[in-house]
T-cell receptor, first 121, second 115 residues
């Protein structure tokens, strides 16, 4: 199993350009997430999909759109890139969404992809 | 927005030393996780703690969840160069129902263990 894969690994864009970051998981997970990681700020949730067919905004959704193409794939689109979107982007998946009680114990694990390093000039 | 603050932000130690990393919040969490992230890779889960006062051990790593479920610590005994990385805590906020609760990540502690 490849786990969570992301493409591309690196990307440089000019301000105003658009692009789509691709993510796929082969673990038959229900939930998928997009995070951005910036120095000193930890991981911040951009969008998530609790299950196939649903998507919701996270903490920092402005300037982004997502598509849950099927159970395996969850893409992130930047319509008009800005320098403030320079970051490392991580896709993650989990079998169950956070907070779902399983056999009396709330437990889940998020599996992360290797990340996409995006620079917007 | 619920915040998880980690301390210290950066730690540089020699091989064989012990260290403790702290993760603190004013909010209560239903569970708390610790991840390790190596350069150029995504975070990898180390442990999940769910009960106040819970202690879990993973070889030389000891994780503790505070009694009030607002804080956690990670203690490494006899650190090795292979422990080098970014350590992140992440909490699932407590909610009244079992609806979706998004993970809140801490700001991270960057650990460097020199031979």
């Amino acid at each position: 199993n490849a786990g969570v894969t992301q493409t591309p690994k690196f990307q440089v864009l000019k301000t105003g350009q658009s692009m789509t970051l691709q993510c796929a998981q082969d673990m038959n997970h229900n939930s998928m997430y997009w995070y951005r990681q910036d120095p000193g700020m930890g991981l911040r949730l951009i969008y998530y999909s609790a299950s196939e067919g649903t998507t919701d905004k996270g903490e920092v959704p402005n300037g982004y759109n997502v598509s849950r193409l099927n159970k395996r794939e969850f893409s992130l689109r930047l319509e008009s890139a800005a320098p403030s979107q320079t970051s490392v982007y991580f896709c993650a998946s989990s079998e169950f969404p956070p907070g779902q009680v399983l056999a009396g114990v709330s437990d889940y694990e998020q599996y992360f992809g290797p990340g996409t390093r995006l620079t917007v000039t | 927005t619920q915040l998880l603050e980690q301390s210290p932000q950066f730690l540089s130690i020699q091989e064989g030393e012990n260290l403790t990393v702290y993760c603190n919040s004013s909010s209560v969490f239903s569970s708390l996780q610790w991840y390790r992230q190596e350069p150029g890779e995504g975070p990898v889960l180390l442990v999940t703690v769910v009960t106040g006062g819970e202690v879990k051990k993973l070889k030389r790593l000891t994780f503790q969840f505070g009694d009030a479920r607002k804080d956690s610590s990670l203690h490494i005994t006899a650190a090795q160069p292979g422990d080098t990385g970014l350590y992140l805590c992440a909490g699932a906020p407590r909610a009244k129902n079992t609806g979706f609760q998004k993970l809140v990540f801490g700001t991270g502690t960057r650990l460097l263990v020199s031979p």
